[in-house]
């Protein structure tokens, strides 16, 4: 008697497991439908203009910048260089749309306008590496304060960068800024990046 149990347990479990697969594939199917769906849609979005609030505005001014003192003529040249960047691209548009894909911009924005935001988020990242680079030259050079002022402008600018993060938060720990350490890490934890966990998981390292 013990076989044809086991044979029935073994047909009803074939039956579930085909049943489950189908309904996977199903659901599959509708979300691919649905992408497709929405990615031709947006194809054909006409060109919407843009609000002042679609753009990343740039206190001018609000960074000092100011050379360190005692520099060689090549960290003098290559300090020059790096601000020259960043005034360069304080001067250009600048969007950060990551939190949308390709398709939900062109239904926002209207598919002609994708270039131009495309181009506008290139500033955005470019300058906030720049900042970044900018930043570990004045650690180097034992001025912290700029450097914290600097990283401080790039989380504010919802920077999802990790080095941005960790590099402020060895300067908070070093300088006993503990306060801000923890603002820091309630920052982090409301990112929408795939980066995060690791990224809590190192912040909550330094408290």
Known sequence: MAFPSFFIIFIILIVLFQHHLRKNM???????EQFWAKEQKSLIVRRK???????????????DLSQPPNLDLGEKLYFKQLLKQINALEEQDMMNFSN??????RLKFGTAN???????EL?????LKALAIIA?????????EKAIDILER???????????????AKL????????KLKQLLLTASNLETPLKKGLLEKLKSFH
């Open 26 to 32: 199903r659901l599959e199917n509708q979300a691919r």
């Open 114 to 120: 994708q270039t131009v935001i495309s181009n506008n």
């Open 136 to 144: 570990k030259f004045f650690i180097e050079y034992t001025q912290d």
């Open 49 to 63: 203009d843009f609000s002042s609030t679609d753009y990343i505005l740039i206190p001018k001014n609000t960074l």
């Open 172 to 179: 908070y720990q070093k300088h006993s800024q503990n306060v």
């Open 154 to 168: 790039c989380i504010e600018m919802n920077s999802d960068y990790t080095d941005h993060f960790i590099t402020l």
């Open 100 to 105: 949308l894909t390709n398709s939900e911009i």
């Open 123 to 127: 500033n955005y990242n470019n300058y």
